[in-house]
């Protein structure tokens, strides 16, 4: 579960991605992002043993989807519990 009193905030600009480990499944990834106006979408990714990931968001915004993929390959090479992030729209 993302933390309540970080995912509240939204940019005025850009975008906040937030990536969570799960308690339950240490290869699984809870995401949130927040975008301008209240905006937000929510999904997860996963790494399945072979290394691959597996990004399941719903959005149709190819921007969101791109900072996503990058943010899963930080995910994939440093294992970190949580990050966050805050990227320009350009």
């Known amino acids: 579960m993302l933390r309540s009193s970080s995912s509240d905030l939204h940019p005025t600009s850009g975008g906040r991605f937030v990536f969570e480990q799960t308690r339950e499944d240490r290869s ?49 090479r440093t294992k970190q519990q949580r990050i966050v992030r805050w990227r320009p729209r350009e």
């Open 28 to 76: 699984r990834y809870d995401v949130g992002v927040y975008l301008p106006e209240g905006v937000e979408h929510h999904g997860s990714i996963r790494f399945a043993e072979d290394g691959e990931s597996i990004v399941e968001i719903e959005t149709d915004d190819p921007w969101v989807r791109e900072q996503v993929e990058k943010l899963v390959r930080v995910l994939r």
